[in-house]
């Protein structure tokens, strides 16, 4: 429970830690080598974290200290899914709907985050000028010709 809880935290630590980087760093900004590196190597750790450590600590803490095994049925609550559900619901089938849950979790935050990192310093739709727009819905945008 403690190495789960651990590295689940770390994790949330360091994805937080990138938000508010991301909030006051410039989007224009240069880039030195030294800066490129650090980023690189604080990714990868997140990453590390996110989808392989976290999930194992999971899976280790299920099938030891939960003890979630094939051997053991899921019956609810007054043996309510044995009674309800078509099929044999185990703790394994559990445990790996959770960690599939983690990984999801993971994979949609890293999603959002990279776009919220690349869109950072772009202005928001609503302070967009409008465009003026053809009879058919698209934006009409006057080419100019570079002498």
Known sequence: MVAFAV??????????????????RPAD??????????????????????YGVVPHQWLTWADNELNWRQDRLLLGP???????????????????????????????????LWS???NRGKPKRKDRPELETSPFGRPLVKLTRKA
């Open 29 to 50: 900004a240069s880039l030195t080598w030294g800066e490129a590196m650090a980023a690189a190597t604080f990714a990868f750790f997140v990453f590390f974290m996110a």
């Open 7 to 24: 590295t689940f935290l770390v994790t949330v630590a360091s994805i937080a830690g990138a938000m508010a980087y991301m909030k006051r």
């Open 116 to 118: 919220a990192w690349q």
């Open 78 to 112: 007054g043996e309510i899914f044995a009674k309800v559900l078509p099929f044999e619901l185990t703790y394994l089938v559990v445990r790996d709907v959770v960690v599939s849950a983690i990984y999801g979790g993971f994979l949609v935050g890293h999603m959002l």
